[in-house]
């Protein structure tokens, strides 16, 4: 029985995929930001830890599909939609700003500042 176009598309198309998935598998794994925020969060508490590291997980993988679905394509084509993202994403570089900020006032429980003194 021949393979229909569709089956020939997929087949051809299978390699890239494969590839390109490895890419993103990579840039996934590499330390940097991530790997950060997973050790100073498990070395503060291991269950925390786990937190963010699933989260890290899920956020890279949602990151891959996206972009693999042609997400940057979609937000260099519609203008507005490139703005929304955008803007969205200062509106929450702004709010995790303004927290870190009003957090640094009011250290978490169990943290004393102890002042020094030179003598």
């Known amino acids: 029985m ?6 020939k ?22 330390p940097g930001p991530d790997f950060t925020a997973v050790t100073s969060n498990a070395l503060a508490d291991r269950l925390r830890g786990l937190g963010v ?4 997980a899920v956020a890279c993988t949602i990151w891959a599909t996206l972009a693999m679905f042609g ?9 507005w939609l490139h703005e929304a993202v ?4 200062a509106a929450y ?5 303004v927290k ?15 002042a020094t003194r030179n003598a």
């Open 2 to 7: 021949a393979a229909t176009s569709h089956e």
């Open 71 to 79: 997400l940057g394509l979609l937000l260099t084509k519609i203008a």
């Open 100 to 114: 870190m900020l009003l957090g640094a006032r009011h250290p978490p429980a169990g943290m004393q500042v102890e």
């Open 9 to 30: 598309v997929t087949l051809t198309l299978a390699p890239q995929l494969l590839t390109l998935s490895a890419v993103f598998l990579l840039a996934c794994i590499s």
């Open 86 to 89: 955008r803007l969205g994403g």
């Open 93 to 97: 570089l702004h709010y995790l700003g």
């Open 53 to 56: 590291a699933v989260g890290v």
